[in-house]
Nanobody, 124 residues
Framework: QVQLVESGGGLVQAGGSLRLSCAASGRTFSTNAMGWFRQAPGKEREFVAA????????YYADSVKGRFVISRENAKNTVYLQMNSLKPEDTAVYYC?????????????????WGQGTQVTVSS
């Protein structure tokens, strides 16, 4: 089973940037599609971005398109989320998820394993 550990969260002012990392253990990472989701207090888990196994295909939520970039380095078993022009409404716990499939999905129910999450807080 693959285990995920997120890092890079923190407190940032509106307009600032953060880079989240998700390190995976396990031999199947390079053939798994990955995604980032977020969950604010009292709200459901929300799709943010996804990337296929090779990094050749990405997909973003409309709310973050043009501001966030998802990428991966299979040699390092790591997926990243570069977040720019952050807004207070981006405040949430961000989760990294993995699929035991090659293709991307924006539905959290299609993900097979998850990290513990990292808090991102954007102040106005």
């Amino acid at each position: 089973q693959v285990q995920l550990v997120e890092s890079g969260g923190g407190l940032v002012q509106a307009g600032g940037s953060l880079r989240l990392s998700c390190a995976a253990s396990g031999r199947t990472f390079s053939t798994n599609a990955m995604g980032w989701f977020r969950q604010a207090p009292g709200k459901e888990r929300e799709f943010v971005a996804a990337i296929n196994w090779s990094g050749s295909d990405t997909y973003y939520a409309d709310s973050v398109k043009g501001r966030f970039v998802i990428s991966r380095e299979n040699a390092k078993n790591t997926v990243y989320l570069q977040m720019n022009s952050l807004k207070p409404e981006d405040t949430a716990v961000y989760y990294c998820g993995g699929r035991l499939r090659l293709g991307i999905s924006s539905d959290y129910r299609n993900y097979d394993y998850w990290g513990q999450g990292t808090q991102v807080t954007v102040s106005s």
